[in-house]
C-alpha cells in the first residue's frame, strides 16, 4: 500500500509514537497499539452522505493531515501504509463478520503481516471487540489475554479461521477468515456497500470507537457508551450532546 503523500515521521506524530522502529515483532504490536489508541474508528463521512474514498492519498490526507479516523479500509489502509514504508511484508484479507443474525458477505478488511518467522492478525477497524494487538496465526484454540479483553483463534477442516470475543462471560464470534490475499481493489464493491446500502450499520447510525489501554470509548447513534474492565456506563445524549462529545472526547468534528 502505497500513497505518494505518507510520510512516516509524520504517522509517528499522529500515532504518538517515539520508540525505534523496525521490520520486527516489537515494532508491529506498539504501531498497532498506538496508532489504535490514537486514531479512532468513525463513520462521520458515511452519515453526511459523503462517499468514502479508498485513494491511498486521500486516506493519508484525511488521517495524518486532518485528524480524522475512519472505518477498515481507510485505518487498516493507513496501517498498510507503515508497514510497507518498514519493510514489513502483509497481505490484505476480507473477513465475514458474524455477528448479525444471517449470513453476511466478506465486507471486513484485515491484514495478515510477517515478521520473525511468524504470521500476525492486524486489525484495527473492528469497532467495539476488535483485537487490541496483533494475534499471531498459530495461536489457536488458545485464551489470548489483551488488557481487559479476550480472544481466541479457532480453525477448520478448509483451514479458515474464527476470531471469537468474550463477551459478558461467552464465546461471541466476530469474523471469519481464510489467508488468500486480496487486492486493494477487490474491497470498492464491499466499501459502496458499507457506505450506501441503508443496511448497513454505518448507514443507519453514527459509530464512534476510541480505543485506549484502560478501556474503550463508544458513541452508536445518541448512546455513549465507556467500557473499563470495571463494566459499562451509558449515557444518552441529545443532538448538542453528541456535537461537544465529538469535539471533545473524540477530537472530531461536528456532523453537518
Not at 35 to 52: H, T, W, Y
Not at 130 to 141: E, F, H, K, Y
Request: with cysteine; proline share 4%; net charge negative.
Amino acid at each position: 500500500m502505497h500513497s505518494e503523500n505518507f510520510d512516516l515521521s509524520t504517522y509517528f506524530r499522529r500515532i504518538n509514537y517515539t520508540g525505534q522502529a523496525a521490520a520486527d515483532t516489537a515494532t508491529l504490536h506498539a504501531l498497532m497499539r498506538h496508532q489504535l489508541f490514537s486514531v479512532p474508528f468513525e463513520n462521520l463521512d458515511v452519515q453526511a452522505g459523503k462517499g468514502v474514498s479508498l485513494v491511498p492519498e486521500d486516506i493519508a490526507d484525511k488521517l495524518l493531515q486532518r485528524g480524522r479516523g475512519g472505518y477498515c479500509y481507510e485505518v487498516n489502509g493507513l496501517f498498510a501504509m507503515a508497514l510497507a514504508a518498514l519493510g514489513i511484508p502483509y497481505r490484505f484479507i476480507a473477513a465475514r463478520p458474524m455477528f448479525y443474525p444471517a449470513r453476511r458477505p466478506k465486507t471486513h478488511m484485515a491484514l495478515i503481516a510477517e515478521v520473525d518467522g511468524r504470521q500476525w492478525l492486524c486489525d484495527l477497524g473492528f469497532g467495539s471487540y476488535g483485537i487490541r494487538a496483533p494475534v499471531a496465526l498459530d495461536l489457536t484454540d488458545t485464551d489470548i489475554v489483551q488488557d481487559f479483553d479476550t480472544f481466541r483463534l479457532t480453525r477448520d477442516a478448509n483451514n479458515a479461521y474464527l476470531l471469537q470475543a468474550k463477551v459478558e462471560g461467552e464465546w461471541a464470534s466476530q469474523y471469519g477468515f481464510d489467508l488468500s490475499p486480496q487486492e486493494w481493489i477487490d474491497f470498492a464493491p464491499a466499501n459502496y456497500l458499507n457506505s450506501t446500502h441503508p443496511d448497513a450499520i454505518f448507514v443507519q447510525k453514527l459509530l464512534v470507537v476510541q480505543h485506549g489501554s484502560g478501556g474503550r470509548l463508544i458513541l452508536l447513534g445518541d448512546v455513549l457508551k465507556t467500557v473499563t474492565a470495571d463494566g459499562v456506563k451509558t449515557q444518552q445524549l441529545t443532538k448538542d450532546e453528541i456535537a461537544g462529545v465529538l469535539k471533545n472526547r473524540f477530537a472530531l468534528p461536528v456532523l453537518q
